[in-house]
């Protein structure tokens, strides 16, 4: 296989079908190419999960590239005629690579890979290139990327600056980057009352009605109006259940989960005691259980970001928009150690049926991130 050509690295990623958590030997593919360019490639095995780190020179500047191999399940469709072709069959037809991973992102990791095989075809780097790759993006998130970082803090490796190869394009290849991500925080809460007859509500205390006055009070109100580089906060209600079959009857408890896309303005601790604030106010016997799924962050604009955005425009003709919108991704751990910014392809059709690539993108994509490495390395 040659190593500069992303279509062909792509492909063979693609099949290989790495749903989370099995690999399936997708990263097997990545270590015997990286290997073969010269990396000193890494194993690492956290829980059920299979991770890669590859490095190559010793001294800085340290610029990473991250990514996963892990990908969503081809959905029921497959075999029976709602996919165009095999999800795991990697087919080019029309100018275009089917295949589950095709955006998300094998086809990233292909395109950053080929361009580190052609950066160092003019000879050894001027400082340092890894990639940390992790099988655990779609999945939990626990034994992937956290534990990686971890593991590159204790060797004193963490990356002067990390790219991760998300599909962050909007409508075509260079429109966009995410120089941050929204915090997300999910909530479970009950509120218990006194069972009764809905004939004499004096002898019951309907712990619904608490509830939903709680809940009103929680969304009556923007948590804030955004701040320069992050839209408004939103709480949103994902279920109440009370599961009473009688009509006659008062419930002895209720219960509603939400979730909170925050921006920089909060953290999670700060909003999980807002919520308890909020609802004893409305309730004396209740339990809350927050559960954290990353924090807000943000690369701010400064030399590394504008280095991103001139690479970017140099091969598109127009610099992207920076933008922290979408949900969580793995740069949310990597955030905790370095800078960090994502760039990829045009995500349209990302976990969906016949997902595709357009090949010139893949090709275009590898030259945009082989000047990002010749800008940050020169």
């Known amino acids: 296989m040659n190593p500069a050509d992303p279509v062909s690295l792509a492909a063979a990623l693609i ?93 990233g990791i292909a395109a950053f890979v080929a361009a580190c095989a052609d950066h160092l075809a003019a000879g050894p780097p ?81 712990p619904a009605h608490r509830l939903t006055r709680a809940l009103a009070a929680m969304i009556a109100a923007p948590l804030d109006a955004g701040t320069p580089h992050f839209q408004p906060s939103s709480l949103q209600i994902t279920s109440i259940d009370i599961g009473n079959p009688a009509t006659n009857v008062i419930p002895a408890e209720a219960t509603a989960r939400l979730n909170i896309r925050f921006n920089d303005r909060h953290t999670g601790a700060t909003l999980a005691a807002w919520l308890r604030a909020t609802l004893a106010q409305h309730a004396e016997r209740f339990e809350i259980a927050t559960a954290l799924s990353g924090e807000a962050f943000l690369t701010a604009p400064g030399p590394d970001v504008e280095r991103l955005v001139a690479a970017i425009a140099a091969e598109c003709g127009a610099p992207p928009t920076l933008e922290t919108g979408g949900g969580t991704s793995d740069a949310r751990f990597i955030a905790r150690y370095c800078p960090v910014a994502e760039f990829g392809l045009v995500g349209d059709t990302m976990h969906q049926v016949d997902e595709r690539v357009a090949i010139a993108d893949l090709w275009r994509l590898k030259a945009i991130y082989a000047r990002i490495l010749a800008d940050f390395l020169a």
């Open 15 to 107: 099949r290989r079908p790495s749903v989370t958590p099995r690999d399936a030997g997708a990263q097997d593919v990545l270590a015997e190419v990286l290997a073969g360019l010269g990396f000193a490639v890494t194993r690492l095995r956290f829980g059920e999960i299979d991770n890669l780190h590859a490095r190559i020179g010793a001294g800085a500047p340290h610029f990473a590239f991250a990514g996963h191999t892990d990908v969503v399940p081809p959905g029921s469709g497959a075999g029976t005629g709602a996919w165009s072709f095999d999800p795991f069959g990697a087919v080019v037809q029309d100018g275009r690579l089917y295949g589950r991973g095709a955006v998300d992102m094998k086809g």
């Open 126 to 206: 001027r400082g340092s290139i890894s990639l940390l790759i992790t099988g655990d993006e779609e999945g939990v998130a626990k034994d992937g990327t956290a534990p990686l970082m971890a593991w590159l803090a204790e060797r004193r490796e963490i990356p002067d600056f990390c790219l991760v190869g998300e599909p962050t394009s909007r409508a075509r290849l260079g429109d966009a980057v995410k120089i941050g991500r929204r915090g997300s925080l999910n909530a479970t809460i009950t509120v218990f009352g006194t069972q009764g007859h809905v004939a004499y509500p004096d002898r019951a205390d309907n």
